[in-house]
């Protein structure tokens, strides 16, 4: 899926950090330093009071960090689309009629605008059949920025009208929420929507990746929040923690059975970070998101991965860590990088944004190893995302297929006429249960590998590896699914 702009909206992922099999590359010096490099000790000192959630709000460092919190408010110009985007009003409850942003510390009376987002349910067609039953089928937009997080999932057409969605969908979005976990327990996550979005009032900010005291140097502490990442982790906890702090919330995960707990299919770290690794953990542990109604097929919806495509895998062809990774770099070398202010104050950049997007970081320390890192980059992203593509809709064609040997047209809830599972129709077409069974998890893991790419928002440049075997996978997964059902998904 092309977006206009390569532009991550996250607290760092490392775009040309993932370069594999360039040997220059050389390692970097000092990977000890975490937060801002030279901080206003004698402000930050002073720790601001937490909010009711125990939440130090942006606003409230802004006088101890002011360049950390003004390249912060930069984040703004990567607006998201309209309220009423694709010609449907995507408005939680109470959020309707709100047009300013009045969830964080952005400038005054700034307007929410169609910023030309790209809605990739009509540039990737296939999107509403590998979908079919489930949110990404209805709504699936090219992001804005993080400081939007709180407005863009109130106006989601994946979460509709809030009636049903559970408030596990604002685990990321607000350092609030992870405050309301921490002081109520985890069955926050199975309330609804509604009963929690209304109650927050800041966006992702600097609580969502460090705590609310300065070290006695004046540093800030990255920490992180979620539970169940640290759970998945496992011994690799703290081992990564720059990147960790940003893995939190861009990794795969899927609410849990039962809890709504958003849950990383991983139990080990890092070595379990690797694609058919955690598709046989989601099935062991029986994980489905919705059931597809005209196959049968439990399907997983897969969330951002970025954090395992950098920092994960564990066999022969998925060595342990990016090329990039293991040479020292870490997330926030390329998304966060150090510059100087006109008063010559050195710090990290809050403005997160594409690398290729920041030419004083290629001329400064890109250029040292690469010729033309924005060539190198595109390079790999007009071959994979085209075969990223290409993967998706040989999964819609297989559905497809599936549909006419195992699905009849059936009542549904409003009285039309749907196609549905019908096992007798199957059995007529010689697929009995032990068969429907193999082809219902073709369907599911075929979808998985696709899915698992296309969330992966630097389109290939992350690990360019990691997408080749992927998208192999799921090939493997059409080819094995194509030969049971005598029908052919190729697209030619």
């Known amino acids: 899926m092309k977006s206009k702009k390569l532009r991550i909206t996250v607290c760092s992922l490392v775009v040309v950090a993932v370069i594999v099999g360039i040997a220059a590359c050389a390692p970097k010096a000092n990977t000890t330093v975490v937060g801002n490099p030279t901080p206003n000790v004698k402000e930050a000192s002073v720790t601001p009071t937490p909010d009711k959630f125990g939440v130090v709000k942006a606003t409230q460092w802004a006088d101890a960090y002011p360049h950390e919190y003004e390249s912060y408010l930069a984040n703004a110009t990567n607006t998201p689309p309209s309220a009423d985007y694709n010609g449907g009003s995507y408005c939680a409850e109470g959020y309707a009629s709100k047009t300013e942003d009045v969830t964080s510390s952005l400038p005054e009376g700034y307007k929410y605008v169609d910023a030309g987002k790209m809605d990739y349910l009509e540039t990737n067609p296939e999107i509403k059949i590998l979908g079919k039953g489930y949110g990404y089928a209805k709504y699936y937009t090219e992001p804005a920025s993080h400081v939007y997080s709180l407005w863009t999932v109130a106006h989601n057409g ?18 609030q929420y992870s ?45 992180v929040d979620r539970a169940e990442w640290v759970r998945a982790m496992g011994a690799d906890a703290g081992n ?29 770290g890092r070595a379990d970070m690797v694609p058919e690794k955690a598709l046989k953990w989601y099935d062991d542990h029986d994980f489905t998101d919705w059931t597809y109604a005209s196959t049968g097929a439990k399907m997983l919806a897969i969330r951002h ?14 060595h342990q860590g990016s090329h990039m990774q293991n040479l020292g770099y870490d997330c926030n070398d390329c998304h966060m990088a150090t510059t100087k202010a006109s008063d010559g104050t050195v710090y990290a950049s809050h403005e997160w944004i594409s690398p290729l997007d920041n030419k004083e970081l290629i001329d400064r320390d890109c250029s040292t190893c690469h010729k033309d890192i924005v060539a190198e980059v595109k390079a790999w992203q007009n071959e994979i995302d085209p075969a990223t593509t290409k993967l998706g809709e040989r999964c819609a064609k297989y559905i497809q297929n599936l549909e006419s040997k195992v699905a009849t047209e059936q009542a549904g809830d409003n009285g039309d006429k749907v196609l549905k599972l019908d096992e007798a129709f199957a059995n007529q077409n010689g697929i009995d249960a032990m068969k429907l069974a193999r ?6 893991a075929s979808c998985y590998y696709w899915n698992l790419a296309a969330a992966e928002n630097s389109e290939g440049a992350h690990n360019p590896t990691y997408f080749r075997y992927c998208l192999d996978k799921g090939n493997e997964c059409l080819d094995e699914a194509d030969e049971l059902l005598g029908l052919s998904s190729v697209i030619s």
């Open 158 to 175: 994946r979460v509709a009208d809030g009636s049903k969605t559970k408030a596990a969908c604002i685990t990321c979005k607000s350092p």
């Open 439 to 444: 082809l219902q998890w073709l369907q599911r």
């Open 179 to 223: 405050g309301l976990v921490d002081m109520e327990g985890e069955d926050v996550h199975k309330l609804a929507f509604n009963d929690v979005i209304g109650q927050l009032d800041e966006n992702i900010s600097c609580a969502s990746c460090h705590g609310n005291t300065p070290m006695a140097d004046g540093k800030v502490y990255l920490e």
């Open 305 to 318: 991965a970025e954090y395992e495509f950098v920092y994960g895998g564990d066999n022969v062809i998925l």
């Open 240 to 268: 990564t923690i720059n990147g960790e702090v940003c893995g939190q919330c861009h990794c795969d995960y899927s609410m849990a059975p039962g809890t709504s707990i958003p849950t990383s299919p991983y139990d080990n």
